[in-house]
């Protein structure tokens, strides 16, 4: 039987994590996305407990207080994989299921690529593989989509207006954020250097090779889409069953925005249910 952890600790980086569900249970770790921390899968993880699975949640890196370093080098994606490796390692023994929303579903994506002896079952949410995201900005709409990228490679400009709350705001609820969910993170995102460590991730996508991030995923692949997403179009979840070498399945929300965990927390617990299950 594994032993509760609070944080986790990787190169003088402290990561806060939640750690939550039936000791003894089988581990789903999940990651968040941008710009929101592990409170976004609190209606989530009930359900997981509920059925007896232990559930570990970090804040990652630029979001824990004490793993937050400056330079956009630091936030390059092979080291946000690696963070994820040593959380594995810190709560036991085997491969866990892993689960991964937005920016925390291109880390899962990356994690079951290069680490596939680590990851029982992968479920990406909203965020396709790495290579079929890319493959769409040639062949799609999805670079005008994703023009924020480009907006995030200013220095402090971004940070500026995100701390700003009438901002941070409209980006949220423009982009389809449930009332309650926007003001949590908006709380967040008072703080400069919270906006600032998560702006990185998008600073450090030129420092990031693009070939590092093509390999085939060889562990079984849930993908939760929405159709009312604003971020992510439909080519890019259309090319990703290409990159994935073991069995795959898409499920697409109707109706759902961007934000899967907070809108449709229910449906989405019972679809990891049920892949973890026949993992």
Known sequence: MGER????????????????????GERIVLLHGFPQDSRSWSEVVP????????????DQRGYSPGARPHCRRDYRLQLLADDTITLIDATGDGPV?????????????????????AVHTLTAVSVPHPAAFLRS???STQLFKS?????????WLPEKLLTIPAVSRAVLRRTGQL????????????????????VNWYRAIPLT????????????????????????????????????SAPYRL?????????????????????????VAQG
């Open 251 to 275: 499920e697409t929300l109707t109706g759902i925005s961007h934000w899967i965990p907070d809108e449709a927390p229910n449906e989405l617990a019972d679809l990891i249910l049920a892949h």
């Open 147 to 155: 023009w924020y990228m480009l907006a995030f490679q200013l220095p």
């Open 97 to 117: 299921h892993l689960v991964g929303h937005d920016w925390g579903a291109a880390v899962a994506w990356a994690v079951a690529a290069w680490h596939p002896h």
């Open 5 to 24: 952890i609070g944080t986790v600790v990787r190169d003088g980086l402290t990561f806060d994590v939640r750690d939550d569900g039936p000791i003894d």
């Open 47 to 58: 359900r997981l407990h509920d059925a007896g699975y232990r559930t570990i949640v970090p």
């Open 179 to 198: 009332p309650a969910a926007a003001a949590r993170d908006m709380e967040r995102m008072t703080d400069p250097l919270a906006v600032r460590g998560g």
């Open 137 to 139: 900005m040639v062949t």
């Open 209 to 244: 090779d693009p070939r590092s991030a093509l390999g085939r995923v060889d562990v079984p692949t849930l993908m939760v889409w929405s159709d009312s997403d604003v971020a992510i179009g439909r080519a890019a979840v259309d090319a990703t069953p290409r990159y994935v």
